[in-house]
Structure formats: structure tokens, C-alpha cells
């Protein structure tokens, strides 16, 4: 598959402190691209590196094959850029505030209803910017980043700051960008957003990629237990242990808890005694890879 961006070696640094350290990465075509870490971990800093909006001090960046520093205007109508904090021009409506974009990159005025549908801003059309709630306001500054119909579109933390429900239908939105066809990367400190949404993950932490791959490849890596969740009385501790495939269990609180590296025995043994009362599944998450690789409690 062709990759749309890569990197190689980039570092930059601020004074003593390095912000992106040989950072490089590949973004296959139509991915959806996540770039994963803590706060001040370098996302947004690798992010403006790739878009060219910064310098770096080593490395390159290329998008489609060409470098994008110094800044190449070939690039830009093929990209869609949304940074973290968005300006509009606070009096304008949203349809108004679209036009303006629309103008700017001399699209057709047609794209502004069709953007204003992509996001779901229908009913806001002629509400003033200022008026609109945080998820609102993300989401124009999504619709304005893609106005031009880039083939890559930059998001840095769009759902930063949102509320568990408006992150969840921003989450639609993205997903819906992504089906177009488009390669997206975002950058975010949300380990469940990253696992549900994104092909591929780069977990970055003090400007180093720590690793990239597939949420499920990084998960399933670690080797880490499954545990098999179900309510008192199910099966008593004692069989539960004889199990194939249990490793251990032990009653807590009301909760029979098992652990196995192989679920399938173990749930068809439960399922012969009509045991799956309570049932839940729980595998390792991102958080354990973070720990796993840096030693460390992953803390946005
Ligand atoms: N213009 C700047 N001058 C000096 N230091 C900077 C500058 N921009 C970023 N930094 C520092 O570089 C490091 C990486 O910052 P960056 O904003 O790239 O991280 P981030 O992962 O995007 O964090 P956040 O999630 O908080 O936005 C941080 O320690 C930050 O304080």
C-alpha cells in the first residue's frame, strides 16, 4: 500500500528540551492514524512538523512523496489541517463562516451544504458562531479543515475537552471523514478513542514513538490474561479451578473472577453448566501496553 506520509528521523527541540526525538512514522493511504500519547508527550509538535507549519531542526517530512518543509504550496489544497484551538470569525453563522472558506480555496459554494451535513450542523446553520457549544464548534472547525476536499486531513485532539457524549458523536463524524476515502490522522490522549477508532496507532511519549501497530497487534502482543467475570454461584471456586484452560480463580465481592489465556474452553465449559450468569470478558487494554512499555501509569 502507498504511503501518504513518512517521516524520517525529525527531532525538534526547544532549548534543552527535545519535543519530537527521531520521530518516524508511515501512514498508509485511507488509514485512519493515530498518534497516541500523554499530555506534552510531542503529538501536536509532530503533528505541525508534518503538516510543514514548522521547521524542523533534523529530519523531513514528505506527504505524497514530497518534502512539505520549506512549505510547499503543491501540498495544500491536498490537505486538510484543524488545530487544537480553532478562531472563527465570531459574528459570522456557521453557514457564513463556511462560505468564507469556501471562497478562500475558490470551491464551489455547493460544498457548504454538504459540509454542513457531514458534521450534522443542519439545524445551526445561520446560528452565530459564538453561540455554539464546544462539540458544536469542533465540528465546524472540522467541516472548514475539509471544505476544499482534502485526500489527508489533520485533526490535533478534536474531541479534547468534550463531553463523553458529544466525543461520541464527534467519533461518527470522524468515522464517516474516514469512509470517504480519506486518510485521517489524529492525534489524542483518549486511549478508548484511539482503540476504537484508529487502523493504526503511534504511541508517542517524551517525542519518542514508542511503537505503532494495530490497537488489536498492540494489545494482543503483551500476551496478557484474559479474565472471565461472572456473578457468585455460578460454578463454585473450587470447580471453576478444574476447568480447562483456568489458570486461576477466586472469588471476590460477590464476583467469581478467572484467568485464562484461552477463552474458548473456558466459556464452552461454562456454557455446558449454564454457567454464564453475570458473564463479562476483559482482555488487556492500551493502558497495559503504555505500562508495559514505559513502566508507567498511562495519565492524560
Ligand atoms: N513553542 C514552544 N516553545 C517551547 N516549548 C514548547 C513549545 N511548544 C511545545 N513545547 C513543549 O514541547 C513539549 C511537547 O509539546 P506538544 O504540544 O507537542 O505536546 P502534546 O503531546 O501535543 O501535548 P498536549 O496534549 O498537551 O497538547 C511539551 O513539553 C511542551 O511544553
Not at 201 to 223: C, S
Not at 243 to 263: C, F, I, K, M, Q
Request: hydrophobic share 40%; net charge negative.
Amino acid at each position: 500500500m502507498t504511503n501518504v506520509i513518512e517521516t524520517r528521523g525529525l527531532v525538534k527541540r526547544y532549548g534543552d528540551l527535545t519535543a519530537v526525538d527521531h520521530v518516524d512514522i508511515a501512514v498508509p493511504q485511507g488509514t485512519f492514524f493515530g498518534l497516541l500519547g500523554p499530555n506534552g508527550a510531542g503529538k501536536t509538535t509532530t503533528l505541525e512538523l508534518i503538516e510543514g507549519i514548522r521547521e524542523p531542526d533534523e529530519g523531513e517530512a514528505l506527504i505524497f512523496g514530497e518534502k512539505v518543509w520549506p512549505r510547499n504550496r503543491a501540498l495544500l489544497p491536498r490537505i486538510g489541517v484543524q488545530l487544537q484551538a480553532s478562531a472563527f470569525f465570531e459574528r459570522l453563522t456557521v453557514a457564513e463562516q463556511l462560505r468564507c472558506f469556501a471562497e478562500l480555496y475558490a470551491v464551489p459554494l455547493t460544498r457548504i451544504d454538504r459540509m454542513i451535513e457531514l458534521v450534522g450542523l443542519e439545524d445551526k446553520r445561520t446560528v452565530r458562531t459564538e453561540d455554539l457549544s464546544g462539540g458544536q464548534k469542533q465540528r465546524l472547525s472540522i467541516a472548514c479543515s475539509l471544505i476544499h476536499d482534502p485526500e489527508i486531513v489533520f485533526l490535533d485532539e478534536p474531541t479534547a475537552a468534550l463531553d463523553p457524549q458529544a466525543r461520541r458523536n464527534l467519533w461518527d463524524v470522524l468515522r464517516a471523514i474516514n469512509a470517504e476515502g480519506r486518510t485521517v490522522v489524529l492525534t489524542t490522549h483518549y486511549m478508548d478513542e484511539a482503540e476504537i477508532l484508529c487502523d493504526q496507532i503511534a504511541i508517542i511519549d517524551r517525542g519518542k514513538i514508542l511503537t505503532t501497530d494495530t490497537p488489536r497487534n498492540l494489545i494482543t502482543g503483551l500476551g496478557a490474561a484474559y479474565r472471565i467475570l461472572l456473578s457468585e454461584g455460578a460454578v463454585s471456586e473450587e470447580e471453576a479451578n478444574r476447568l480447562p484452560g483456568v489458570e486461576s480463580a477466586s472469588l471476590d465481592n460477590g464476583t467469581l473472577a478467572l484467568t485464562t489465556h484461552e477463552p474458548s474452553p473456558v466459556l464452552t465449559a461454562l456454557a455446558e453448566r449454564d454457567a454464564l450468569h453475570g458473564l463479562q470478558v476483559t482482555s488487556a487494554t492500551l493502558e497495559d501496553v503504555f505500562l508495559t512499555l514505559t513502566g508507567r501509569e498511562y495519565r492524560a
